[in-house]
């Protein structure tokens, strides 16, 4: 042996965390995905995919939580790793809740099935592939200790919220014109919003991200289009 | 932030041709807790030594620089030492109670300074017992032997010895490190009790004592002091790298 590492359990058990982060992104980017596919597609057998796999996702989530509170009680981290445990913690529970959004498409899907489209979905697919590549950017921000990175998943959330109010504004003109697509175009609205707010959760797992880098808490309206008025 | 008791700048110790300390500069607010942290000979007891200077016993021992204690430098020729001491009070790692009764070893420092009226000693035991959480517990056998105290009772006798000259500063050298975990909870309790009259510095090995007890923390490395600031900011976001890897156990 030539020197002892003393941080090896420790750094050990931390990545052990990380890595079960990484897999609750890429399950709750599935959940997002696959919930999306169905409702385009009419799949049934996929929305009951992601009805199914909520179970997995909690669990994983759970683990999380767990893994941090053990680390905490045996470590007592300070500075880097204090705030590391901190961010896991915290990302842990916004990936299960844009999990968790995914199931409400999911449930939401159901009632398309056997019937037709009021019209070609391709801003809502288009939502759920910007949600899926901001939860990517917060991993990759996330592993690689990219501030940057983080920034850039921020302002994509204005692109998600300028959808949602297009595919309202859309819908609301079809349900003025022909009062029969109420009930459809209701349940589309309530995707689109699920879609905005996983955005949300995405914008916070950058501002963890951040603050795990850099020890400063921010916001991600910082790195976001300025509102007017 | 309060007043400063202790002001330090360009401060060099050497023993022998060993330079312990490196040019440190810092300032240490009243009433409050500093915890000094760092490896295993950084230099952060020779420099609490140096607050009421202890290191004045050590041979070859030389020191430069300013330390100011309200203004006053402390290693002006005309200091008187005993009263700086008097000042200046200390307690150390382990526990050091004379070897008589718990009452005289309170009474000890306030007749070496002149008191001597039965009544006067048995108020200032009495209240420095009570000051170091220890009253209680020993109220009903203050001649028996200090040494038949367990080891957190005697080192809170030692801190009743050390307030009992009405100090102004505690310099604590890792108090609580001889010591069991309850025993290690009454005396961190005992600190924040404490700095509400004096102005407490402390030195200890344990990360967690130090985020849970003192407001500033200075951490020293090599004899230098590298980096200072609220005990909050310095255990979430420490500034210097040298800190970041200390604290999280990357070397030290």
């Known amino acids: 042996m030539t020197e002892l590492n003393v941080r090896k359990t420790q750094d050990e058990a931390l990545d052990r965390i990380r890595e079960q982060l990484l897999k609750l992104g890429n399950r709750a980017q599935d959940a997002i995905r696959k919930a999306v596919w169905a409702l385009e597609k009419q799949d049934e057998a996929l929305s009951k995919e992601v009805l199914d796999g909520d179970d997995v996702l909690d669990s994983l989530a759970s683990c999380i939580e767990e893994g941090c509170l053990l680390f905490t009680a045996r470590y007592q981290p300070v500075a880097q790793d204090l705030r590391t445990i901190s961010a896991l913690n915290r990302m842990a529970i916004d990936l299960e809740r844009i999990g968790d959004l995914g199931v409400s498409i999911a449930k939401i899907t159901r009632f398309f099935f056997g019937k037709t489209l009021i019209k070609p979905l391709i801003d809502i697919p288009r939502m759920a592939e910007i949600v899926e590549e901001m939860i990517d950017g917060c991993m990759r921000a996330f592993i690689n200790r990219d501030v940057e990175e983080a920034r850039r998943v921020c302002a994509m959330d204005d692109t998600l919220d300028d959808l949602d109010r297009q595919i309202f504004n859309e819908l609301l003109l079809l349900m003025i014109e022909n009062p029969r697509v109420i009930e459809q175009a209701t349940q589309l609205v309530l995707v689109s919003r699920a879609l905005e707010r996983a955005g949300d959760h995405a914008t916070n797992l950058a501002e963890k991200t951040i603050y795990m880098v850099t020890g400063k808490h921010v916001n991600a309206s910082d790195f976001r289009r300025k509102r007017e008025g | ?252």
């Open chain 2, 1 to 252: 932030m309060s007043r400063m008791k202790f002001e330090i700048s360009s401060l060099n110790l050497h023993y022998g041709t060993t330079q312990a300390l490196k040019d440190v500069k810092i300032d240490l607010p009243e009433k409050t807790v500093t915890a000094f942290i760092g490896p295993s000979g950084c230099g952060k007891s020779t420099f609490l030594r140096c607050l009421n200077r202890m290191n004045d016993f050590i041979p070859r021992c030389r020191v430069e620089g300013r330390v100011l204690l309200d203004e006053t430098d402390i290693y002006a020729p005309q200091t008187d030492v005993i009263e700086l001491r008097r000042r200046v009070g200390m307690v150390f790692q382990k526990p050091n109670p004379f070897p008589s009764s718990i009452y005289d070893n309170v009474a000890y420092g306030p007749r070496l300074h002149g008191t001597t009226g039965r009544a006067a000693l048995d108020q200032i035991v009495r209240q420095s017992l009570e000051g170091a959480a220890l009253w209680d517990e020993v109220r009903d056998k203050l001649n028996s032997p200090a040494m038949s105290l367990s080891g957190g009772q005697q080192q809170r006798l030692c801190i009743a010895r050390a307030i009992a000259v009405q100090p102004e500063v505690l310099l604590m050298d890792e108090p609580t490190s001889a010591l069991d975990p309850m025993s290690t909870a009454r005396i961190e309790e005992l600190v924040r009790e404490l700095k509400t009259k004096y102005t407490v510095i402390i030195v200890t090995h344990n990360m967690q004592q130090a985020a849970r007890i003192s407001d500033l923390t200075a951490f020293f490395l090599l004899g230098e002091m590298v980096e200072t600031g609220p005990t909050q900011e310095i255990f979430t976001s420490p500034a210097d790298r040298r800190t970041e890897d200390y604290i999280t156990g990357r070397f030290g």
